[in-house]
């Protein structure tokens, strides 16, 4: 089997029930999943060297969640069922409790750094929040379910808290913001 079609030769695509410019908003928002989901496959391999399997695991588990969500994007058709539930979302939110309550607490921001897993943690962070305004895009253009859009809001927050116990587990500080900085 080829791996290439020839179908997209003229700046088009395929999603579930329509041919798509691959500049649409709807191709935009797909890819921009997509690419999250690359970074977090490359968070997932530096936790694993760095012998974070819980925060690995959960990863795998945002991976393919993030797989699922491309394709509640591509699906146009009405009668498709979204795959992202409240329930993904929920989960979410309980691991950032769980992440918060085991690092100190925040008393200024912190910039992206320390480890090499929490760093790839905050691309992972600033990816998921410019496809967050990818799909916000389509959100405004088409009806989506609500779902999608709450659980990529909430997934930054996680890969912020990810990136902090990584740091924690790690014995290594976060990078604290201390503004005024200048060359010496």
Same mark, same amino acid.
């Given at each position: 089997?080829?791996?290439?079609?020839?179908?997209?030769?003229?700046?088009?695509?395929?999603?579930?029930?329509?041919?798509?410019?691959?500049?649409?908003?709807?191709?935009?928002?797909?890819?921009?999943?997509?690419?999250?989901?690359?970074?977090?496959?490359?968070?997932?391999?530096?936790?694993?060297? +760095?012998?974070? @399997?819980? /925060?690995?695991?959960? !990863?795998?588990?945002?991976?393919?969640? &993030?797989? #699922? $969500?491309?394709?509640?994007?591509?699906?146009?058709?009405?009668?498709?069922?979204?795959?992202?539930?409240?329930?993904?979302?929920?989960?979410?939110?309980?691991?950032?409790?769980?992440?918060?309550?085991?690092?100190?607490?925040?008393?200024?921001?912190?910039?992206?750094?320390?480890?090499?897993?929490?760093?790839?943690?905050?691309?992972?962070?600033?990816?998921?929040?410019?496809?967050?305004?990818?799909?916000?895009?389509? +959100?405004?253009? @088409?009806? /989506?379910?609500?779902? !999608?859009?709450?659980?990529?809001?909430? &997934?930054? #927050? $996680?890969?912020?808290?990810?990136?902090?116990?990584?740091?924690?587990?790690?014995?290594?500080?976060?990078?604290?913001?201390?503004?005024?900085?200048?060359?010496?």
């Amino acid at each position: 089997m080829n791996i290439y079609t020839r179908g997209g030769d003229k700046g088009t695509t395929s999603v579930m029930g329509a041919r798509l410019s691959k500049s649409d908003a709807r191709i935009e928002a797909i890819g921009a999943i997509d690419e999250l989901n690359s970074f977090v496959g490359q968070a997932i391999v530096l936790l694993k060297e +760095a012998g974070c @399997e819980e /925060l690995k695991e959960e !990863l795998v588990v945002i991976s393919h969640q &993030l797989f #699922d $969500y491309g394709a509640d994007l591509a699906s146009v058709t009405e009668e498709a069922e979204c795959k992202i539930v409240t329930n993904y979302t929920e989960a979410l939110e309980r691991r950032i409790d769980a992440h918060s309550e085991q690092v100190p607490p925040l008393r200024r921001f912190v910039l992206p750094g320390g480890s090499k897993p929490a760093c790839a943690l905050h691309v992972c962070r600033t990816s998921a929040r410019r496809a967050e305004r990818e799909v916000n895009r389509l +959100a405004n253009e @088409e009806s /989506l379910q609500p779902a !999608l859009l709450i659980y990529i809001n909430r &997934l930054s #927050d $996680y890969f912020f808290a990810a990136a902090r116990a990584a740091n924690h587990l790690l014995g290594v500080s976060d990078v604290d913001y201390v503004g005024k900085k200048e060359f010496t």
